[in-house]
């Protein structure tokens, strides 16, 4: 099974993708963790991406093709993966089409955790002061203006993969905003549904 998980900040990706790779077995293929990690072991890759990342820009297409081009290969994901954070952009997506097809590989589906993001902006605004209030440390991630930036670059970024899934018959829309249960059945409706296909 070959997924992809899009979803802002905020929406559960993480919590789901995390389930899936015990339900399917497979592993989660994260750019963001993959860079961290060449960032903090000093690699060429690392090297010529930490800045970029730090401005929190996007680091080259190429550099993260490279990086999924030699991730697939690796024997754990010979099964399939979740990719998550990839692709960002058009050219990625289309790098990732053209990769898998040379590869002899199609990709399952790409599922969306939709989020109805002023309602997700008060949810995170609401959990900035009940922490405030408990006198817990405010995480940076839930600072609202920090998290609005977020959420704004996650749409920019996904307006251009979106439709070009749809375009292809393999986006599908899970409700984000559902309580955390019903987004785990609605995603496993959608693997039953194209590992049956
Ligand atoms: P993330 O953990 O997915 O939010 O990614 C952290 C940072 O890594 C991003 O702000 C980008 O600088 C970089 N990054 C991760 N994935 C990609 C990608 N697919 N394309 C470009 N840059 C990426």
Known sequence: MRLILLGPPGAGKGTQAQRLVKTLNIPQLSTGDMLRAAVAAGTPIGLKAKAVMESGALVSDDIVVGIINDRIDEPDAKRGFILDGFPRTLAQARALEAMLAAKGLKL??????????????????????EAKAAGMPARKDDDPEVFKSRLGAYERDTAAVTPFYRERGLL??????APIGDVAKAIDAVVSEVAAA
Do not use: S, Y
């Open 108 to 129: 399952d589906a790409a599922i969306e955790l939709t989020v109805d993001a002023p309602k997700l902006v008060e949810r995170i605004v609401q959990r900035a002061a």
């Open 172 to 177: 599908h829309e899970v409700d984000g905003m």
